[in-house]
């Protein structure tokens, strides 16, 4: 008897821990399916999330831009009309000096087209100045690199360049090294 009551025991307890065991695999089974539709449900609101934001730094690029354009167009406004106030006031005294001079309207047109074309002709001089003194300095460079050439024993044909740029060609003139110093003379 005590062996029954201890093999009842024992049976009881067996599917005690089989129930508990049973109980057990289904909440994790439960929680793993509940866990996947959070994880499921998280990224779904990560990437609304991710979306939101992207729309909003567009949002906020946008008009931030618009914010700068408006600022750069009323600032170059402001500026063009106070240089156009300024070459009018200049003028003006201009005008006037001449009206108080009693100059004829002859003298005063010319007086106010060479206030106009002095500066261009000023930046038109310093143009062909600058064009001069590059071509000066081009050339300068050109002659000492091709002594440069000569003194290495290299012979070379001037005006090979000039051809392939489209330029008119200069004389040729070769240069071949001359005796013993290294220098270059021109044929």
Request: without cysteine.
């Amino acid at each position: 008897t005590k062996e029954l009551v201890r093999f009842k025991e024992e049976r009881r307890i067996f599917a005690m821990v089989m129930l508990a065991e049973r109980q057990r695999s289904m909440r994790e089974a439960e929680e793993k399916g509940k866990r996947l539709e959070e994880e499921r449900r998280r990224a779904k609101q990560d990437e609304m999330y991710r979306q939101v934001m992207q729309v909003h730094h567009g949002t906020v690029e946008s008009y931030l831009e618009s914010i700068l354009t408006d600022a750069v167009e009323n600032t170059a406004k402001k500026q063009a009309m106070m240089e156009a106030n300024a070459k009018a006031q200049f003028l003006n005294e201009i005008v006037d000096g001449l009206e108080s001079e009693n100059v004829s309207e002859d003298e005063v047109v010319k007086d106010l087209v060479s206030s106009f074309l002095l500066p261009e002709v000023s930046r038109s001089d310093l143009r062909t100045q600058l064009k001069n003194d590059q071509s000066r300095l081009v050339a300068a460079a050109h002659e000492e690199l091709l002594k440069a050439v000569a003194a290495e024993g290299m012979a070379v044909k001037a005006g090979t360049g000039a051809a392939k740029e489209g330029k008119p060609e200069e004389p040729e003139a070769e240069l071949a090294p001359a005796g013993e110093e290294g220098e270059a003379t021109t044929e």
